[in-house]
């Protein structure tokens, strides 16, 4: 019974070392500042897969911000949330921890029009589903149980060889 537990828990582990967090530099070396065009941070983000759990990572010198907005406001390039970065800093840190699209700016003078602004979609991160472009966030039932099946398939898989 034990040895049963323990296959079940190296099934599981598998399962989530299959999905480790990854920690993205926002821009890369280029940093958190006003780009040379309005889609340097769209670029730098459409490649990449998102998933809950993973972090970016704000990294800027001078005069920027990092605020978490809504659509609206990020197509409008005004802010009415909170800020979650403050002015002048250095780095700023955003845990991914929900799936769902995400809205990011900076505040100051005219950044956010010169293209200092990026969205990205946040998936579940057991989900198998391909990389999504619409504005739904995926639910817990999208992954949770495929991964539980999948761990108790592995589990049996193990069990009877
Ligand atoms: C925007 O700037 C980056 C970095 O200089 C460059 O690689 C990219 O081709 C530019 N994009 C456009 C649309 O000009
Ligand atoms: C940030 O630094 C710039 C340049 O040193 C300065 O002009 C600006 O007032 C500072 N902003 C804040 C909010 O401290
Ligand atoms: C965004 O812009 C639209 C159209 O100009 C306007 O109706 C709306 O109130 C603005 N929303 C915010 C949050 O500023």
Redesign the pocket.
């Known amino acids: 019974m034990a040895k049963h537990i323990g296959l079940f828990i190296v099934a599981l582990s598998l399962l989530f070392a299959a999905t480790e967090a990854m920690q993205y530099d926002v821009g890369d070396s280029f940093g958190w500042t006003t780009p040379p065009n309005q889609t340097f941070y769209s670029d730098w983000a459409r490649p990449k897969t998102f998933l809950a759990g993973d972090s970016l990572v704000f990294k800027w010198t001078?005069?920027h911000t990092v605020a978490d907005v809504t659509m609206e406001d990020y197509n409008n390039c005004t802010s009415s949330s909170p800020f979650t970065g403050s002015?002048?800093g250095t780095e700023f840190m955003v845990t991914l921890d929900r799936p769902g699209r995400r809205y990011f700016i900076c505040t100051v003078d005219n950044h956010c029009e010169r293209g200092q602004k990026f969205s990205i979609n946040v998936e579940w991160p057991f989900s198998a589903q391909p990389p999504s472009h619409d504005n739904s966030a995926p639910t817990l039932s999208y992954g949770v149980l495929p991964a539980f099946l999948s761990a108790i398939a592995v589990y049996y898989f193990f069990t009877r060889f």
């Open positions: 001078g005069d002015p002048n």
